[in-house]
Structures are given as C-alpha cells and as structure tokens.
C-alpha cells in the first residue's frame, strides 16, 4: 500500500476512535509533500524525517508535535505491516519547557471585567460588541470554557433558570454539562436581554455569542481586541515575564483560584480533584494539572493545610 493511502488510513482510524486528529492529519498531510506518498512507507529515510522535522526555525513545541504525529503513525503502520521499520531518529532533542501560565490576580481580573474598559473593544472592532466581548470573558474565567467551547455555545445550551451550561462536542468529541454559580447567571442575563435587541435570529440553535449580524465570533477578532484590553488596564506580565498573559490563561486561573478557594475552606481537595477535572471536560488528572502551577497562595494554603495534617487535624 502507497504511503499516502497508509496516511489517509491512519487519520480515519483516528477519528473513528474518538479523536478529531484536525493538527495531526494536517501534519501527515503536510508531510506528504516533503516526500514520494505514491512511494512504499519504508522509501522514507531518516534523512527525510529529520529535514520535515527541522523547518526553517529554531527548536519549537510544533517539533515535538510533528515527531509524535509520526511516530504514532509510523507504530501504527508497523502493527498493520504497511512498514518493516520507523525511520524516526532515537536522540531527538527535547522541546524548549513552555512558559507558566499567567494566573491573573483578583485585582487584575476587576481591571478587566470593568464595564468601562470593554467600551475600547467597541471604538476599534465595531462587529465584536463590548457587551457580548464582556460576557465572553466571564464565562471563560467563571466556568472555565475553552474559547471554542465558548463560541459554539448555542442559545439553547445555556439554560439561565436551572444555572446550567450545555458543552457539545469538546475534546476528542465529549459533550458535558457545567453548572455556574448565581453570579455568572446574573452576568448572562443581563448579557441576554441585550441580545434581544440585536438584529439577529433568536432561535435556539443561533449562536449565544453572536455578533450584530448573527455570525460567531472569530477567534482572532477576539484574541485582538483582548490584548487591547489587557495592555489598557496595565496587565503586561512585568519586564521579566517570559510569556505576555493571554486569553486562554483565564481558564487556568479559574482553575487555580477553585483550588485555592478549596484549601481555604478546609475542603478535601484530593477528593474534589477529579470533580474539578470533569468539570473542565478532562479525560484524566494529568490533563488537570497542567492548570495548576503553584502560585504563592496556592502554596500557602497547601503548606497551612500540611502543617495541620502533620500536628493531626485532619486530611490533608
């Protein structure tokens, strides 16, 4: 079997598994035309491989993602004897460490969902309104969506009377529900009725985060207009900050403040772990983790929480 159809094979028995695989069939597909797909799989040398792998810059994370990519094809070509070998090289060099995620204080979370601040989204990005950029953001800190999770929410996934959000389709296809709290309610209610004056379709299956014209918001659109935002209200990451704070870091701040929320209150926090994982629609606990850098009040409370176990008060 040529290598392109092994190639295509791979990505439906991907996605027939439960994976969307959208990068990694991009990846083989991109790799294909670095080398003969009408050629056997054993044609493709490590010569090959290494030349896909190193691009035209320097050592990244999207190395480690093509490496991976293929050697899980290339075990998966092996099992099905479509490859005698992998061609992969032994001592590939590991990725640089990504940077920590920012976890934005309290105070810099008023600075961003201040009503007044969402105004200069509105003078610079007329299709993106401030009142539906406000709530979007609330719900990626307040129930801890993904920015797609959020966008795709339809107007009937979000049922306001019961506190309950419907998420379709997330990662490797699940689908799950997220209650939120009264507060973010209140925040949705108010972000509704403004809905209703927009000259869009109301039917359950429109889009709840709907520009003026009933379009769902680009993720570039809103990726822009928060950097405006966060550099308005001073949130940079400090001089010595090695990554700028982005949007997708108000997921794992949710994470870390519920967590920290947790200690505080002298909750069984290994209990309500995995709980914290279902809720954010992860597979597992160390897909958790990866949310939960330990910030210094983490710290503290997880240090008091010890020192209390140790003199024996209880769990830990």
């Known amino acids: 079997m040529m290598l392109r159809d092994v190639v295509e094979q791979y990505i439906a028995w991907r996605q027939a598994h439960g994976a969307k695989f959208k990068t990694g069939g991009r990846l083989l597909r991109l790799f294909l035309k670095n080398v003969d797909g009408n050629a056997h799989c054993d044609a493709v040398s490590r010569a090959h491989i290494l030349t896909f792998l190193a691009g035209n810059g ?77 709530a979007l953001l609330f719900l990626l800190y307040g129930a801890g969506l993904r920015l797609g999770e959020a966008s795709r929410l339809a107007t009937s996934d979000v049922d306001l009377a019961q506190g309950v959000l419907t998420i379709r389709d997330a990662k490797s296809y699940k689908s799950r529900l997220v209650p939120i709290g009264p507060d973010l309610v209140g925040v949705l209610e108010r972000y509704t009725s403004a809905r209703e004056t927009f000259p869009v379709e109301q039917r359950g299956s429109s889009f709840f985060l709907a520009t003026r014209t009933g379009a769902p918001l680009a993720p570039s659109t809103v990726q822009a ?85 140790a003199m024996g008060g209880g769990h830990a």
């Open 58 to 134: 320097p050592l990244t994370r999207h190395r480690e993602n093509k490496y991976c990519t293929l050697n899980g094809f290339y075990r998966y070509a092996i099992s099905r004897g479509h490859a005698s070998r992998s061609p992969l090289p032994d001592n590939e060099p590991r990725p640089p460490k990504s940077a920590p995620p920012h976890i934005y204080s309290l105070e810099e979370l008023k600075r961003l969902f201040e009503p007044r601040t969402m105004k200069l989204t509105k003078r610079r990005r007329g299709h993106l309104d401030a009142v539906t950029f406000r």
């Open 225 to 309: 207009a928060f950097d405006r935002l966060r550099l308005s209200v001073g949130i940079d990451g400090g001089s010595t900050a090695s990554r700028r704070p982005r949007l997708h870091d108000l997921r794992h701040t949710f994470a870390v403040h519920r967590l920290t929320d947790w200690y505080r209150r002298g909750e069984d926090v290994q209990r309500l772990l995995p709980v914290l994982s279902t809720y954010l629609g992860h597979t597992d606990l160390e897909g958790t983790k990866v949310y939960l850098p330990m910030t210094p009040e983490l710290l503290q409370q997880a240090s008091s929480r010890f020192a209390g176990y």
